[in-house]
């Protein structure tokens, strides 16, 4: 399938702004694709499918997951927000036939990110905080990091993610904080 045919398939899944926002995730994963080395196409179609069951019920979310055979841990059963990341995997994976782990799991890791992310995973991650309609305070700084080097806004993007749920008491994902750290780690080690 192409990215067109993959489209054609979300946009009934979603409201015309998350459409958009897909669409621009996929443009943004292209451009960070061809800058960084990653594969374009699988960036192309991973920042398509990303939000694709974002908007679909939470009931529908939990068949995907199931069917999929994952087993949530309880943070995850308790966190809502993180059910599209895991559904959307899924239902790549289910639903659309792809069985590419790298694009499974860019999908699967586009909201908290993880350690030791690929360069696809990576790629879709930023991609996703710094699509074009982005405007949150702080969008400019991390597209002006993406530029510069795409684990510095990894890590930015943790740290921003950290802080922001912190502040709203709301619980804070484990991949996130051993992706934040390993970043850390990372650019420790570059600095030596």
């Known amino acids: ?19 958009r926002h897909s669409k621009n995730v996929a443009k943004e994963a292209v451009r960070l694709a061809k800058k960084y080395g990653a594969d374009v196409q699988r960036a192309e ?15 529908e979310q939990m068949e995907l997951i199931e ?14 927000k993180l059910w599209h ?15 590419d782990p790298d694009i499974i799991n860019s999908i699967r890791y586009h909201t908290t990110g993880r350690a030791d992310m690929s360069l696809l995973e990576r790629v879709i991650f930023i991609a996703d905080f710094t699509s074009a309609e982005r405007d949150y ?5 991390m597209r002006k990091v993406a530029d510069k080097d795409l684990d510095d806004a990894c890590l930015e993007g943790m740290s ?5 749920l912190a502040q709203q008491k709301l619980t804070i994902a484990p991949d996130t904080f051993s992706g934040y750290n390993w970043f850390a780690m990372q650019k420790l080690k570059k600095k030596k």
Do not use: Q
């Open 1 to 19: 399938m192409t990215v067109k045919d993959y489209e054609k398939i979300i946009s009934k899944r979603m409201k015309e702004a998350r459409l």
């Open 45 to 59: 179609i991973a920042g398509i499918l990303h939000d694709a069951t974002k908007e679909t019920p939470e009931a």
């Open 67 to 80: 069917r999929a055979g994952i087993v949530l841990t309880d943070l995850e059963m308790s966190s809502h």
């Open 85 to 99: 990341a895991i559904s959307g995997a899924a239902f790549a994976k289910v639903e659309m036939g792809i069985d």
């Open 160 to 164: 921003f993610t950290i802080a922001d």
């Open 137 to 141: 305070d702080g969008v400019d700084r």
